[in-house]
């Protein structure tokens, strides 16, 4: 149980195109979800915090209008890089909380990989 | 600052050998600690927790973490390593009053040596 999938797992798009990742939660609901932003060899740097039916709380420093998040549903978060730009690719994993559970337990995603030409 | 500590940015061990990466945490109250694997391109996989209780953990793939309370320490162990667990190790503890975030160490990659 507690299944987390992303997609897509890669994508390749050229600069000052939008592109949009998937996030769901597969065989719970999830009240919450995370939006991370992970460099080569570096650890998770956390972007967003969405709750089902609210507007996305994001991390100092991260551009709201740039990284547009939306969690309409107990399964679906979604995240859209606007204009993207080349320092825009990295790797993106979500992850989903459920109300069951610890508060702190997170199911993670296996991520997407962009790339911006 | 709650803040997570991974002291080695790189570990290699023999494959049958012994294996313990260390996390230490800086934290008031009792930590809920988490320690994660990550694959290349893959997200991440947790391996063991701890809340409360038994501050020896077991967890998957034949991991165990020990929380030491006076050490602010929560160090993942196994006691023979296959080649298959050379990955990305991730200690991670839940952020206080911050609905519920985790703070992720450096991470610690472990390359297994045939």
């Known amino acids: 149980g507690a299944v987390v999938s992303q997609h897509p797992s890669w994508v390749i798009c050229k600069s000052g195109t939008s592109v949009k990742i998937e996030c769901r939660s597969l065989?719970?609901?999830?009240?919450?979800m995370f939006w991370y932003r992970q460099f080569p060899k570096q650890s998770l740097m956390l972007m967003a915090t969405?709750?089902?039916?609210?507007?996305?709380?994001?991390e100092q420093g991260v551009e709201k209008d740039k990284f547009l998040i939306n969690h309409a549903s107990l399964t679906l978060s979604t995240l859209t890089v606007t204009s993207a730009h080349p320092e825009d690719s990295s790797f993106y994993i979500c992850?989903?909380?459920?109300?069951?559970?610890?508060?702190?337990?997170?199911?993670f995603g296996p991520g997407t990989r962009l790339t911006v030409t | 600052a709650q803040s997570v500590t991974q002291p080695d940015i790189h570990i290699t061990v023999s494959e049958g050998a012994s294996l313990e990466l260390r996390c230490n945490y800086s934290?008031?109250?009792?930590?809920?600690l988490f320690w994660y694997v990550q694959s290349p391109g893959q997200g991440l996989q947790l391996l063991l927790k701890?809340?409360?209780?038994?501050?020896l953990v077991q967890g998957i793939k034949g991991f165990e973490a020990e929380f030491k309370r006076s050490q602010s320490s929560f160090n993942l162990r196994k006691p023979s390593v296959h080649w298959s667990d050379a990955a990305e190790y991730f200690c991670a503890v839940g952020a206080q009053n911050q609905g519920g975030k985790l703070i992720f160490g450096q991470g610690t990659e472990l390359s297994v040596k045939p």
């Open positions: 992850s989903a909380r459920g109300s069951q559970g610890s508060f702190y337990e997170q199911y």
């Open positions: 701890y809340f409360s209780g038994d501050t």
């Open positions: 969405s709750n089902e039916g609210s507007k996305a709380t994001y």
């Open positions: 934290y008031g109250a009792t930590p809920y």
């Open positions: 065989d719970f609901q999830a009240t919450t």
